[in-house]
C-alpha cells in the first residue's frame, strides 16, 4: 500500500487524503536512498575499476603511442604527431584491409544472417528431432576460435583432408583453398559462418518462439498465407533481434582476427589479412609499436563511430521502447 499524501484544501483548510501525485513519485525516482547510494557504489566500484584499468586505460596508452615511432624497448622519444595516421591511410596493405572487412560485412549480411533467419523459422516447425538439429546447428559456436580454425586447416590440407577429399568424388579440381589469392577470403567466410552461425540461429529462433501465436492466427483468418504471415507479422517482431544481430556481425568483422591469423597468417599475398591481423604484424613481429597503435585506434574509431551511428539511427527506436517501459513500470 502507499502512503496517503495530505494537501490542505485552499476553501476549508481540511486536509484531504489520496494517493501521491506523478511528480512526487518521479521526485522520489530520481532521488536515491543514502543506502542505495552505497549499495550502487559497492557493486558499481569493481566493475568501473576493471573498465578502467582493462579498457580506457589501454586506449589512452596506445593513443599516447601512436604518436611515436617506437619500437617497444623503454619510453617512446621520436614524437612524429600524426605521421602514424597518415601512413595506414596511404598504406595499400592497410587500405585492402578496409576493403576486404567491407567484403565480409557485406557476405555476412546478405548470406550468414538471412541463412541463419530461415533455419530458425524451418526449426521452430513441429519437425521431428528438432531439438538434435538446433544442437547439432549451435554446437560449433561453444568452440573456440582457434580450435575451429585448427579444425579447418585439417579439413582443407592438401592431399589428404575431407574437403580435397569430397572435392575429388565429386570429380572438382582439387586444390588449396587457403593458398589461392582468389579464394582464400571466401574460405575464411564459410569457416566465421560455421562458426558463429548458431548463434544467429538461437537469436532468431528464440525470437521467434517470444511472438504470441494469436497473432498468427488472427493473420491466418484474415486470409493471410504463410509468406504474408512472414512478412507483415514474423518480420516486423523480429525487426529488434535482427538489428543486434546486424551490429554484431559488424563489430566483430571489424575486429576478426584469430580465425584468420590461425588459418592463413593474413596470407596469401595480403589476400586474407585484416586490420588487426595487420596491427599484430607490425607490433609484434615487425616491432614499430607506434604504427601498431595508429593501426588500432583507427579499428577503435571504426567500431565507436558505427556503434554511435548505429544506435542514434537503427536501434534508436528499440532503446527508447525499452527505456519507455521501464519508465512505466517504476
Same mark, same amino acid.
Given at each position: 500500500?502507499?502512503?496517503?499524501? !495530505? ?9 484531504? !487524503? #489520496? ?5 512526487? @513519485? ?8 543514502? #543506502?542505495? =547510494? ?26 599516447? @603511442? ?34 576486404? #572487412? ?44 582457434? !580450435? ?26 582439387? #586444390? ?30 528464440? @525470437?521467434?518462439?517470444?511472438?504470441? =501465436? ?58 586474407? $589479412? ?13 616491432? $614499430? ?15 565507436? @563511430? ?10 534508436? =527506436? ?13
Amino acid at each position: 500500500m502507499t502512503r496517503p499524501s !495530505t494537501v490542505p484544501d485552499a476553501g476549508r483548510g481540511d486536509v484531504v !487524503t #489520496g494517493p501521491p501525485g506523478p511528480d512526487a @513519485a518521479r521526485q522520489r525516482g530520481h532521488r536515491p536512498r543514502p #543506502g542505495r =547510494r552505497r549499495a550502487l557504489a559497492v557493486f558499481l566500484t569493481p566493475s568501473l575499476t576493471l573498465f578502467l584499468l582493462l579498457v580506457v586505460a589501454p586506449i589512452a596508452v596506445a593513443s599516447y @603511442a601512436s604518436l611515436y615511432k617506437w619500437n617497444g624497448f623503454g619510453l617512446p622519444e621520436n614524437h612524429v604527431g600524426l605521421d602514424n595516421y597518415t601512413r595506414a591511410l596511404a598504406d595499400p596493405v592497410f587500405r585492402g584491409d578496409l576493403w576486404r #572487412g567491407f567484403v565480409l560485412i557485406v557476405l555476412s549480411l546478405t548470406i550468414q544472417l538471412p541463412a541463419a533467419l530461415g533455419l530458425a523459422m524451418l526449426l521452430n516447425q513441429p519437425l521431428k528431432g528438432r531439438g538434435l538439429y538446433r544442437l547439432v546447428f549451435f554446437a560449433p559456436y561453444v568452440l573456440s576460435e582457434v !580450435t575451429t580454425a585448427v579444425l579447418f586447416t585439417l579439413v582443407f590440407s592438401p592431399n589428404r583432408g575431407l574437403g580435397e577429399v569430397i572435392s575429388r568424388w565429386l570429380g572438382a579440381e582439387a #586444390g588449396a583453398v587457403f593458398a589461392d589469392p582468389d579464394t582464400v577470403l571466401f574460405a575464411v567466410f564459410l569457416v566465421v559462418s560455421w562458426k558463429y552461425f548458431g548463434l544467429y540461429m538461437i537469436l532468431f529462433l528464440a @525470437a521467434r518462439q517470444g511472438i504470441p =501465436r494469436e497473432l498468427h492466427e488472427a493473420a491466418v483468418t484474415d486470409g493471410a498465407g504463410a509468406w504474408q504471415a512472414f512478412r507483415h507479422v514474423t518480420l516486423p517482431l523480429l525487426g529488434p533481434t535482427i538489428r543486434i544481430a546486424v551490429f554484431l556481425s559488424v563489430i566483430g568483422t571489424i575486429q576478426l582476427f584469430d580465425m584468420v591469423w590461425v588459418l592463413t597468417g593474413g596470407g596469401p599475398i595480403h589476400a586474407s $589479412e585484416t586490420m588487426a591481423v595487420t596491427m599484430f604484424q607490425y607490433g609484434f613481429r615487425r616491432f $614499430e609499436v607506434g604504427y601498431a597503435s595508429a593501426i588500432s585506434i583507427v579499428m577503435f574509431v571504426l567500431s565507436l @563511430a558505427f556503434a554511435l551511428v548505429y544506435q542514434r539511427v537503427v536501434l534508436r =527506436r528499440d532503446t527508447e521502447g525499452a527505456l519507455t517501459v521501464q519508465g512505466d513500470q517504476r
